[in-house]
């Protein structure tokens, strides 16, 4: 008893001269109050860019570029000029986008913040200047040969890669995207989930314009799967108009058109309006040719499903 | 159990132990004593009974606040105290007569032109206070008001009826003796004063309201006349013009419309008459413009007060300034808890990982 009092007596001592000893730790270098605000203006623009307020997003990066500016950081500047741009450009401001990307390129001069401003700037062009686009994209494929894109900044070469194979697609050479998202994929370990989803849907897109509705279907009955794995409602719209094309190129229709009406039910929800109008005139092509009466489809839609998979 | 019945080791113990038990007795009552004593000496010496003292009175209208055993103070000190309290006979001028005695060295300081001032207490009682003499400048001759000779005291004797100059008493005083008489000012009582004062106030409140609600009125009052004299000026003003150029013209003294067409007599009438006009509204212009003088001291008054208000809201601040720094001390505290090793597991981890560039790639060349 008397040794347990003891070692009680001798704990309590050590951890008192513990706790006195951490209270003597020096105290942190203070930070400047406007690091401090700029920091708290980023965290903020952060979680409203996640939230998809792209608007507020779009104002509050512009505010901590500025603050940042003022503060002459300039790397941290060029990413919240990349990120108002990319805001930008999701609310359609194409040539607001464009001149804030090529702002935060020129502030960075190299580097895989480079690259990044140069990717997105190819996405903003494809919304504006086809040319432009071509241009710069021969220019960066030539730059990615020469500087090894591929060995050294991998996930920035499968964007690359992505973004070339997309816009072979548009241009209607399906085979070729085909050839180059392939490749791509070959790295596919070296990006993220969202990424790699983005690569395999453009696959499968090349597929369906090859003609191979089924196994277009089929990577895009698994690209549903993960969409939902991923909890990313866009994804997951996307998903189900790929599905819908596909049942339409296997002449499901009805299946294909309530599905169709799903996708672009989802994308209005979403405030997705372009996207959701094109799918609509879609299904309207699809209801003529197949002529089925539109009333009776509609009255047919399974609300509940589509409600549950934006919720998802 | 008698000790006989006890065992020699117990008996000597027992021995021993009543030894200390008379021991600690016997210390107990000297120490006992000793208090008592030391008690009894320091009573003597507040109450004065160890000092030497001589006897004084004076003459007040009313013993209300004063008792026996009250000190007399001197110069801030405790000089003496009250020693009897009587009245006087029904005839007399004044009502009471107070018996104090001073002790030794105090009654040194008081001589035949110190005098006795009532001193009021908060809670109603009174001190006798009597003030240092020897420095007036009274025609009779100063002194102080005993001497004492081989252990004994002769008091002064002021001059009476025939006698130019005081002397000191031929016989001592004795225990029969009242005292020198010291004149007493009674000054107002302050409290009584400030009491009557506030009573008064109070009485005189609701007609000070009244008063100010009159004012009131008379100002709307004012304003609602002066509205209506505004309106009435401008309504005078084409008439006043008119007045002007009819004088302008009856007054023009060769080849006047005056001169011309009105006799020389109706003439100066209608001028006297149309200046004496002019007169009465500049006279209302003056009036109008006192009043608006004063209804501007008004104003002047009614923004000083809403300044007093602004000082008040400002002084405050002060407070919130002060609750202010209270936050920032417990944030410091919070802070400095924060960097303790054994602690700061408690608190979340902070989260710098910089921001990246936000980048999403194309999906699908339909888009």
Redo the contacts between chains.
């Keep these: 008893m008397k040794n347990i009092r003891e070692s009680l007596y001798l704990a309590c001592f050590i951890?008192s001269g513990?706790?006195f000893i951490?209270?003597s730790?020096p105290?942190?270098e203070p930070v400047p109050y406007p690091v401090h605000e700029a920091e708290l203006l980023?965290a903020t623009?952060?979680n409203v860019?996640e939230a998809g307020n792209w608007k507020a997003s779009e104002e509050t990066w512009g505010e901590v570029a500025r603050k940042y500016a003022l503060l002459d950081r300039r790397d941290?500047q060029?990413?919240a000029l990349?990120?108002q741009s990319?805001s930008a450009y999701r609310n359609g401001n194409y040539e607001s986008a464009r001149a804030l990307a090529s702002e935060?390129a020129s502030i960075n001069l190299q580097g895989s913040?480079w690259w990044?401003?140069q990717?997105?700037l190819l996405?903003i062009e494809?919304k504006t200047s086809q040319e432009s686009r071509q241009k710069r994209m021969e220019e960066l494929l030539s730059l990615a040969e020469t500087s090894n894109l591929e060995e050294k900044e991998t996930a920035l070469w499968v964007?690359l890669q992505?973004?070339y194979g997309?816009?072979?697609?548009?241009e209607g050479s399906a085979d070729k995207?085909n050839a180059v998202i392939h490749r791509a994929l070959e790295k596919v370990n070296a990006v993220d989930r969202?990424?790699a989803w983005?690569?395999n849907?453009?696959l499968a897109?090349?597929e369906e314009?090859l003609g191979r509705y089924d196994a277009a279907l089929t990577s895009w009955n698994k690209l549903l799967e993960e969409a939902k794995e991923l909890a990313d409602p866009?994804?997951i719209a996307?998903a189900l108009a790929?599905q819908g094309r596909c049942l339409w190129g296997l002449g499901r229709d009805y299946e294909a058109i309530m599905i169709l009406q799903r996708a672009a039910k989802n994308f209005q929800w979403l405030g997705m309006e372009k996207?959701s109008s094109?799918l609509f005139e879609l299904i309207e092509q699809y209801m003529i040719k197949s002529a089925v009466p539109r009333e009776s489809n509609v009255m047919h839609i399974d609300t509940k499903t589509a409600d549950s998979e934006v919720g998802q | 159990m008698a000790l006989n019945d006890l065992t020699p080791q117990l008996r000597t113990q027992m021995d021993r132990v009543e030894k200390w038990v008379g021991f600690f007795v016997v210390i107990a009552s000297l120490i006992a004593l000793g208090a008592m004593s030391y008690y009894a000496y320091s009573t003597a010496v507040r109450k004065g009974w160890t000092k030497k003292k001589v006897p004084y009175f004076t003459l007040v209208s009313s013993a209300e606040g004063f008792k026996v055993g009250d000190p007399v103070m001197l110069m801030g000190f405790k000089a003496g105290v009250i020693t009897a309290i009587s009245p006087n006979a029904p005839g007399e001028y004044y009502n009471v007569t107070v018996q104090f005695d001073i002790w030794e060295p105090y009654y040194g300081y008081l001589w035949n032109d110190s005098d006795v001032r009532l001193k009021s207490g908060l809670l109603g009682g009174k001190t006798l206070e009597v003030s240092k003499g020897g420095q007036s400048n009274m025609d009779i001759k100063l002194s102080a008001t005993y001497k004492e000779e081989d252990g004994k005291f002769y008091v002064w004797q002021d001059p009476s009826g025939d006698e130019k100059e005081g002397k000191w008493s031929s016989e001592p005083i004795d225990k029969n003796f009242m005292g020198y008489m010291l004149f007493c000012y009674e000054a107002t009582d302050v409290m009584k004063s400030a009491n009557d004062l506030v009573n008064k106030v109070s009485e005189g409140l609701p007609g000070v309201l009244s008063l100010t609600n009159k004012i009131n009125e008379l100002l709307e009052e004012s304003t609602r006349l002066m509205s209506s004299a505004i309106g009435t000026v401008k309504e005078l003003e084409p008439i006043v013009h008119n007045v002007q150029a009819i004088t302008s013209i009856l007054t023009n003294q060769h080849g006047g419309l005056g001169e011309w067409a009105i006799p020389p007599e109706m003439n100066k009438e209608i001028v006297d008459t149309l200046g004496s006009v002019k007169g009465t509204v500049q006279t209302s212009e003056t009036n109008l413009v006192m009043l608006s003088q004063n209804l501007n001291e008004t104003l002047v008054n009614l923004a000083q007060i809403t300044s007093n208000l602004r000082e008040q809201v400002q002084a405050n601040s002060y407070m919130l300034s002060s609750i202010s720094s209270l936050v920032l001390d417990l944030d410091d505290l919070v802070?400095?808890l924060k960097?303790?090793?054994?602690?700061k597991g408690s608190f979340s981890p902070q989260t710098n990982a910089?921001?990246?560039?936000?980048?999403?790639?194309?999906?699908?060349?339909?888009?």
């Design positions: 951890f513990l706790f951490g209270c730790t105290a942190p980023e623009a952060i860019m941290r060029a990413i990349h990120n990319y935060a913040e990044k401003n990717i997105l996405q494809q964007l992505n973004e997309s816009g072979l697609l548009r995207a969202s990424t983005a690569l849907s453009n897109e090349t314009a866009e994804l996307t790929g996207e094109e | 802070q400095g960097r303790n090793w054994l602690l910089p921001p990246q560039s936000v980048l999403r790639p194309t999906l699908g060349g339909k888009r």
